[in-house]
């Protein structure tokens, strides 16, 4: 016995028994969903007098968002820089999986490679079915929000794990560069590429003009040379504190950024943080996250071989070494990319930040929103808002996850190993 | 008239929520015969909604088939905002019960023609077959709804202008800026309330203590409107100690002394006696404990 019909035939479900993060909070509120997007029931009752068609019972759970990945170069196999004949085959596998652990949105991450593979990547995906292209999540997998294209316009100094021989600076003066090297920009969500690079700073303009959110990482800038980059647009750091300078007292570097009074007015400098435990020593995660707690955005930087056993995989042109929760460049100590998920990105950033649910939660979804400009209808649990939904229990554990108001995959199986790691 | 006076504003609030609980399940509405309540906003009854919304969780009501009126909205307030009425009745009442949303009637204070709004309620209210129980409260100014001092004691659902006393107890909740306030609201008059079977009205705290003392203590007059009441078959005054304080001792004791103690609960499981040493009631009291 739903409305009246007069706004809407499509079904109401109504989630009870929940808290909600909403206004930067977790309150005891029932969550109303119709046509895949947050309904505000105060209007439905009073507008169309109508009321719930179906009643999920959370049993106390909370809902948050559904998680945003903006770095994620792979996973179960998949590298997304491998140029495969199906590279939409590859995303979409992936895209599948990670809704287990809470995903509902990502950025497939490119990391250096050579231009025959972005033009393949960049190209099937204009000239195949629109497969991966930006779409919407659904039932197929978390929504492709963009590419992320981490490099090649990168420091050497600061490769870390990418492969020398295909960095690139900028020759021509800018776009052109970008257009040699990518083929088309058209599905790019994010570039990260260094700062000090002769010619960076009018391709930072320009990206951003596009825009297309530019990142500084993989650089040696100092701090004056990534403000700069800021006033040019630039709006978030790859990865802080990885592949890059250190802080330093008298000259913090780019990770200075996070308190600089250098940065244009009404803008906020958003920065990555890999909260697996290894990439950033706890101390380190709340150092930043007390200096800038609104601009922190976690990241998995997940490989392959996240959620594979352990062994040899493959990342971009280099064969990587798993062992426990570590990936090495094989044969080197150079860390190439976690194995964490997201969800127990966010448990660990919790645990070790002491950080409230609220936050921890607002670092895996409103803030990627706000940071890639589609909070309107991402990141967050207002009216209108897409009904992109994980639920979690109290310790954080993913229990479902909705996309569009449906249910796509209830919890994940459990992967022992990793979690008694974590745990300690 | 009835006076039931409680020691404080919780037991007050659950007296009369249990009050209209008992005579919706007495009454036992049905698709083809609907109980209609009459509702108040404000802060007075509040404790009453949470109850209610306690029993309908616990299951010992259902509003399936209960039609409500409400007494009052601003006027010119968009129906979104956090203090219009429609909001306070949604977020205490509505959202936690299974009202039917085609039943819950309350006047719109953005109609585009206010008159013919109030006439159409009125219209709504006669349909319905009239009012079973109408709740209501009082302001420190004596006044029902926002039936003013020196509003007809027989006036009808209209458009009012809000006198000073009440636009300054309204300022609380528009962060104390007068400016901020509704000067104009719709209004059921007192005489749509006097047209009710029963009408029960809650008074707790000492600010309304006077208004009380001139509601029933003295004649009706239109300064009180409240006092209109005292020509009403079936008035029931709700309140606690303190909204008692400025009426005469012999009142409070004629009242106090005809509270039957167990009477109203027979929809309860028994309370527990009063006992003392002699009595040895303390003992059956744990009795009764256990078997719970």
């Known amino acids: ?424 | 008239m009835r006076l039931v006076i409680l020691d404080d504003y919780d037991l007050a609030s659950e007296w009369a929520a249990k009050y209209i609980r008992n005579r919706i399940v007495q009454f036992k509405p049905s698709a083809d015969r609907f109980f209609t309540l009459g509702l108040p906003t404000g802060s007075t009854p509040y404790g009453c909604y949470q109850k209610l919304i306690e029993y309908y969780r616990h299951g010992d009501i259902s509003f399936k088939y209960v039609k409500t009126f409400n007494m009052d909205e601003y006027v010119g307030l968009p129906r979104a905002h956090p203090e219009s009425y429609h909001s306070y009745m949604w977020n205490n009442f509505f959202k936690h019960i299974d009202i039917d949303p085609a039943n819950a009637h309350i006047l719109d204070g953005n109609a585009q023609n206010l008159e013919e709004e109030c006439q159409a309620y009125e219209q709504k209210i006669a349909e319905a077959g009239g009012i079973e129980l109408f709740v209501g409260g009082i302001g420190p100014d004596g006044h029902i709804a926002f039936n003013e001092p020196g509003s007809s004691l027989v006036s009808r659902t209209r458009v009012k202008t809000l006198a000073k006393d009440t636009i300054v107890a309204n300022a609380r909740f528009f962060g104390n800026d007068l400016s901020k306030v509704p000067t104009m609201a719709l209004t059921v008059g007192v005489g749509t309330v006097m047209d009710a079977k029963e009408v029960m009205i809650l008074i707790t705290g000492a600010h309304k203590a006077f208004a009380l003392y001139k509601a029933i203590e003295e004649g009706v007059n239109h300064m009180w409107t409240v006092s209109a009441f005292q020509q009403h078959p079936r008035t029931i005054f709700v309140c606690d100690e303190d909204a008692t304080l400025e009426l005469r001792v012999k009142t409070v004791k004629y009242f106090k002394g005809q509270q039957p103690t167990r009477k109203w609960r027979h929809l309860d499981k028994p309370p527990l006696r009063e006992g003392n040493w002699t009595n040895g009631i303390g003992r059956q009291n744990l009795k009764e404990q256990t078997h719970d």
């Open chain 1, 1 to 424: 016995m739903p409305s009246n019909k007069s706004v809407s035939d499509a079904p109401i479900t109504q989630f009870i028994n929940c808290r909600i993060l909403r206004d930067n909070e977790l309150q005891r509120e029932d969550l109303w969903v119709r046509e895949g997007r947050i309904l505000d029931p105060e209007k439905l009752f009073f507008d169309e007098q109508g009321y719930a068609d179906k009643r999920v019972d959370c049993e106390g759970s909370i809902i948050a968002p559904g998680f945003i990945d903006v770095q994620i170069n792979g996973g179960y196999g998949i590298d997304f820089s491998q140029a495969s004949e199906n590279v939409s085959d590859g995303v979409s596998f992936v895209a599948k999986k990670i809704l287990e652990h809470g995903v509902t949105s990502f950025c497939p991450t490119l990391v250096t490679s050579p231009p025959e593979v972005y033009h393949k990547v960049t190209v099937s995906f204009l000239s195949v079915l629109p497969q991966v292209k930006v779409h919407d999540g659904g039932p197929h997998g978390a929504g492709v929000l963009g590419f992320h294209l981490e490099g090649p316009f990168i420091s050497a100094e600061k490769k870390g794990a990418h492969p020398e021989k295909y960095l690139r600076t900028f020759k021509s003066g800018g776009l052109e560069d970008l257009m040699e090297v990518y083929g088309s920009l058209d599905d790019v969500a994010i570039v990260t590429l260094a700062p000090e690079l002769p010619g960076s700073q009018s391709v930072v303009r320009e990206l951003s003009r596009r825009g297309i959110t530019v990142s500084l990482g993989h650089s040696a800038a100092d701090l004056s040379q990534a403000e700069e980059a800021v006033q040019h647009g630039a709006t978030f750091i790859t990865h802080l504190f990885n592949a890059m300078l250190p802080f330093h007292h008298r000259d913090p570097g780019i990770v200075g950024l996070l308190t600089s009074d250098r940065i244009p007015a009404g803008r906020t400098v958003y920065y990555g943080m890999i909260a697996d435990g290894i990439h950033t020593n706890p101390a380190a995660l709340r150092i930043a996250h007390r200096a800038h707690p609104s601009g922190l955005v976690l990241v998995t930087d997940a490989i392959t071989a996240m959620g594979l056993p352990p062994g040899r995989h493959t990342l971009g042109q280099q064969v990587i070494e798993i062992q426990g929760l570590h990936a090495y460049v094989a044969g080197t100590k150079t860390l190439s990319g976690s194995i964490a998920t997201m969800d127990m990105c966010v448990r660990h950033f919790k645990q070790a930040s002491g950080c409230s649910v609220q936050e921890a939660l607002e670092a895996a979804s409103l803030h990627p929103a706000q940071l890639l400009g589609i909070s309107h209808k991402k990141g967050k649990l207002d009216y209108g808002s897409d009904a992109d939904l994980v639920l979690l229990d109290e310790g954080l554990n993913v229990k479902a996850t909705y996309i569009s108001g449906e249910e796509e995959t209830g919890p994940p199986v459990p992967s022992y190993m990793i979690d008694m790691v974590l745990m300690d």
